[in-house]
């Protein structure tokens, strides 16, 4: 680990180029496919490493072997490389061949922003650089990849859509193609497209994080089967883009109106129901009427229209107020086939969308025609208000029932589609909506292909779809494989979830977490190269004219590179389990940053990161990967000087308390690690956001300010204009820790700057958000002065939290802490509690703590939670219905207990930087025994156990030399201590 450290603080001088493929710079979810062949010297390679980068995401193989995934997420002004030690895969006095896949976005998420396609790559010797990237490189599209697949989520890019007839199967590695049963590759010469230092590429830095573990690990069991038949016609379109197609360049969220418009063909009389597996708030005509009746739970729609043989045309209104950009689902199912075609709705030939597409590949028509878009708008600033758009006369007359042919104005606003934007592939439509389900009993030979054994599993073969659910344990993050034998054209699709319980499936909405794999003829596998997370997988075959053999379907299950140092074990079974969850959610959240969630978001939202650097530095101990977080958020200052509350990111989203989060983290990093030069490096980022913020406070002393002012999903008074008292709380507490910060890096002056800013917030908010009659602070004071009505106990905590009263005030919020109102808002999400938790530990009431951890957890654990959740079943936020108990079951932010038992409960407390000296005062809270381990940042644990017999405890720690030790007993304890030491290398 050293000496890879030591090589990436090396400013390396590159002398390969950036080269990609094709005619487009930014093609929509392209994956394309390089190849070098070279010959390898007689005396082999007493060292190889290769250094590679790729925009957007690459997966790297040599000789056949996948030896890498990457790069890290990072801003493009300095775009992340990988160094990979390829000596062992390379053959001494043979060819050789080098294969990267570069799968290109084409559009900017949460996690990206957009560039162009590019990859570059230099393969270094102990005699220099021997190959290097340029148009002496081969290159094609990966042949049977559809662009055209679903968006995943807003927050992502895409999945996959395969089709295996067309994929060459060893395309990596340089072989004779004579006999293949697979398709060919049509290679041509790369073209070079930038220097480093070009391009949107401005800098290339070493990857400063290890490489995350790939581990193949088998399902639990199949835990269902059915018989299926999904509806006749379901789709899948980019909507979003389909209506602002600039709008790739940013992750904003738009405004938009228009219609989606196509010609039904029906043979004869019958119903026909049109469905919308994530919903649809629109008018939905059928030649120019209502749908007789309506169904559905939430977000699910489905109209039902009595039509008459012939042709129909069917108008849906696409209005939004904020579409951040995901798969908009569309279906059509009736009691009689049916055809359909692009409406010819006037005399005039539709207008053609933006020409990017490869001349040599056979355009396909599209049935659907837009109308519109009558007006578009980009909302900017998230705590902006939905941009309010006009009503074109046009559209309101269409949305009134009136048919085209009567407006023969509207020729100029039609349109066509863009292929890429749509896709008659959807499998999460035909997964959510199926038509008829006929459970069957599981054959206990189906179960072979959970199981590393040779047999395969033989699917039965039935009139409709064959579906089954493979339960994989647990929650799990990674790539999803299977081997299979099947006729050519069977269709293989799999779709994610993370939660079934009973009857009940929580379909991912917002979320298109699937994969469809159309079969070539014999044996085949398949690992998709798309990261993903889910507990269940629901996979369906269709299409199959001959029996499917399924050898084995699984995930490489990909994360942080974490052994399990922290541990802890008590007299009681739920909370041990509760600690399982916490470090399990963890390490699943763990990727090249912390993520919200492995399966909706995969995003690093910078204020969770601060929490759950907590829990990690108790359960694990990884250091690496916070100070790669921290480092992160800074980079967004060119884009807004107050930091976006999710990194790097092309939405422009501000939460200020994530900003003061992260602040606090970069302080609480240096006194964890104590490493003043960090201190230094981040202090100058920190002190320019301290300035931002400091610009919103008011003629009163009060931070004011128009932006997300989010603390907790709970509906608190916590306006987006306005004063907000948590917001101003935080605010006071980073500047507090800010200057401690600023003392560390030598810099005293800004220190005592930021001290006594913090002092004059602190009188600010006594004087002006108290008030004397609740004994309590209000939630807020809105932008016309008025002060809410609304308690809530988030509120109180945050004071308490935050220092904020001395005296009787500070006593009344302890009350009101510990004994809330019951007409006060509550705590609404495990995220808020962390905070509840840390004062409750501050009073000195573990008791309390651990109470609420066994109810508010064991909630999760009674309905099969393997993972925390990333709410409490009793708000209605955040959720697509009220089926749902919470949206993600693996959420980081969650995971407190890892944290709160090791400190509390076990009583390992730091009592300087460093952990040079540590407490040891355990909190007995009711359990009979505890014992477990605390990673130390350096070398070592601290391992404790404790057992208490009465009033009386037996002690037992284990710590390195050199670490003082400071035991406190419980109160009314008596207690003995056995102390051993361990010695460092």
Not at 60 to 75: D, E, F, I, K, Q
Not at 376 to 382: I, N
Request: glycine share 8%; proline share 6%.
């Amino acid at each position: 680990m050293a000496e890879r450290m030591m090589d990436m603080q090396a400013e390396r001088t590159w002398s390969a180029k950036w080269i990609w493929g094709g005619e487009e710079d930014r093609p929509r979810n392209e994956w394309r496919c390089f190849r070098k062949s070279f010959d390898g010297p007689e005396s082999g390679y007493d060292e190889a490493k290769l250094h590679i980068s790729a925009d957007s995401r690459f997966v790297l193989y040599v000789n056949g072997t996948l030896a890498g995934r990457g790069p890290v997420r990072s801003w493009p002004e300095e775009q992340s490389y990988d160094t990979y030690d390829i000596g062992h895969l390379l053959l001494p006095g043979r060819q050789n061949t080098i294969a990267v896949l570069v799968l290109h976005f084409g559009m900017t998420n949460f996690y990206y922003l957009l560039g162009q396609g590019g990859l570059i790559m230099e393969l270094e010797g102990s005699s220099g650089v021997s190959l290097v990237t340029d148009n002496s490189w081969l290159t094609s599209r990966l042949p049977g990849q559809q662009a055209s697949s679903p968006r995943m989520a807003c927050q992502q890019a895409f999945g996959e859509v395969i089709d295996a007839r067309e994929l060459p199967e060893k395309w990596m590695v340089e072989e004779s193609t004579e006999g293949s049963l697979t398709p060919s590759v049509n290679w041509e010469a790369a073209r070079e497209v930038a220097a480093v230092g070009d391009g949107p590429w401005k800098k290339l830095v070493p990857r400063d994080i290890p490489f995350l573990t790939e581990e193949k690990v088998y399902p639990a069991a199949v835990v269902s089967l059915n018989e299926v038949r999904p509806p006749a016609y379901m789709a899948a379109f980019d909507l979003k883009t389909i209506m602002l197609p600039d709008s790739i360049w940013s992750a904003n969220p738009v405004a938009y109106k228009g219609f989606l418009a196509v010609q039904i063909n029906m043979e004869k009389d019958c119903s026909i129901t049109v469905g919308f597996p994530t919903g649809t708030d629109g008018v939905v005509l059928l030649d120019g009427k209502k749908a007789a009746r309506s169904y559905g739970v939430q977000p699910e729609r489905y109209d039902v229209f009595e039509a008459a043989a012939g042709s129909h045309l069917l108008l849906i209104e696409n209005e939004s107020g904020y579409d951040h950009g995901a798969s908009w689902h569309l279906g059509l199912d009736a009691d009689a086939p049916f055809t359909l075609t692009r409406p010819r709705l006037t005399e005039q030939t539709a207008a053609q969308p933006d020409d990017r597409q490869d001349a040599s590949k056979e355009q396909k028509e599209v049935p659907f025609a837009l109308i519109g878009p009558f007006a578009t708008a980009e909302r900017t600033e998230h705590w902006l208000e939905s941009p309010q758009l006009a009503d074109h006369p046009l559209y309101i007359q269409l949305r009134d029932g009136e048919l085209p042919d009567n407006l023969p104005e509207l020729s100029s606003w039609i349109r066509e589609l863009d292929e890429r934007l749509y896709t008659d592939q959807d499998v999460f439509g035909s997964s959510v909506w199926q038509t008829a389900v006929r459970p069957l009993a599981v054959p206990a030979q189906l179960q072979r292909m959970v199981v590393p054994a040779p047999e395969p599993a033989v699917l039965p073969g039935l009139a409709e779809d064959c579906e089954f659910v493979v339960d994989l344990g647990e929650q799990r993050s990674g790539y999803i494989g299977f081997e299979l034998e099947a006729a050519a054209g069977t269709i293989l699709d799999v779709y994610g979830i993370e939660h079934i319980e009973g009857n009940y499936r929580q379909h991912t909405y917002g979320l298109d977490n699937t994969v469809r794999y159309i079969c070539r003829d014999g044996r085949q596998s398949y690992l998709s190269p798309v990261r993903r997370g889910c507990r269940f997988l629901i996979v369906t075959v269709r299409q199959a004219a001959a029996p499917v053999k399924l050898y084995e379907i699984y995930m490489n299950q990909s994360s942080y590179p974490l052994p399990e140092r922290g541990s802890f074990r008590s007299s009681d079974s739920l909370l041990n389990e509760i600690w399982q969850i916490s470090r399990r959610t963890t390490k699943l959240c763990m990727e090249d940053t912390f993520v919200d969630c492995p399966a909706y978001e995969q995003t690093f939202w910078v204020g969770d990161a601060r929490n759950e650097a907590l829990v990690n530095y108790y359960v694990f101990g990884a250091t690496d990967i916070v100070k790669r977080c921290l480092d992160l958020v800074p980079g967004s200052g060119s884009r807004n000087p107050l930091y976006l509350d999710q990194v790097p990111s092309g939405w422009n989203s501000v939460i200020p308390n994530w900003t003061f989060f992260w602040m606090i983290a970069c302080q609480e990093y240096v006194e964890h690690t104590d490493d003043s030069e960090y201190a230094k490096s981040i202090w100058p980022a920190v002190q320019r956001a301290l300035d931002a913020y400091y610009e919103h406070i008011d003629g009163n002393g009060l931070f004011n300010i128009r932006s997300w002012n989010l603390l907790d999903w709970a509906p608190i008074d916590q306006p987006n204009r306005g004063i907000v008292t948590h917001q101003n709380l935080f605010f006071m507490k980073a500047m507090r820790l800010s200057a401690a910060l600023a003392e560390r890096a030598g810099q005293p002056e800004q220190a005592s700057v930021w001290q006594e800013r913090s002092k004059a917030l602190r009188v600010a908010v006594n004087e002006h958000l108290w008030d004397e009659e609740r004994q309590a602070f209000l939630d807020c004071i809105h932008k016309n002065g008025r002060r809410s009505e609304r308690f809530s106990v988030q509120t109180q905590v945050i004071a308490c939290l935050c220092a904020a009263s001395d005296g009787e005030r500070k006593s009344a919020l302890e009350r009101h802490v510990l004994q809330p109102p019951d007409d006060w808002t509550q705590i609404g999400s495990p995220f808020m509690s962390f905070f509840y938790y840390e004062v409750l530990a501050e009073l000195g009431r573990s008791d309390v703590l651990v109470n609420d951890i066994r109810l508010q957890y064991g909630r999760m654990l009674d309905h099969g939670a393997t993972t925390c959740w990333e709410m409490y079943p009793s708000y209605d936020e955040n959720r697509a219905n009220s089926d749902m108990l919470t949206r993600s079951h693996c959420h980081a932010w969650s995971a407190a207990p890892g944290y709160f038992l090791g400190r509390e409960i076990l009583g390992v407390r730091p009592l300087d930087a460093g952990w040079r000296k540590v407490q040891i005062a355990p909190e007995p809270a009711g359990l009979r025994w505890a014992s477990g381990a605390v990673p130390l940042p350096g070398q070592g644990e601290i391992n404790v156990s404790w057992s208490l017999n009465e009033d009386k405890m037996q002690l037992s720690v284990t710590a390195p030399e050199g670490i003082e030790l400071d035991i406190v007993w419980p109160e009314g304890v008596k207690g003995n201590a056995e102390v051993k030491r361990v010695f460092h290398i």
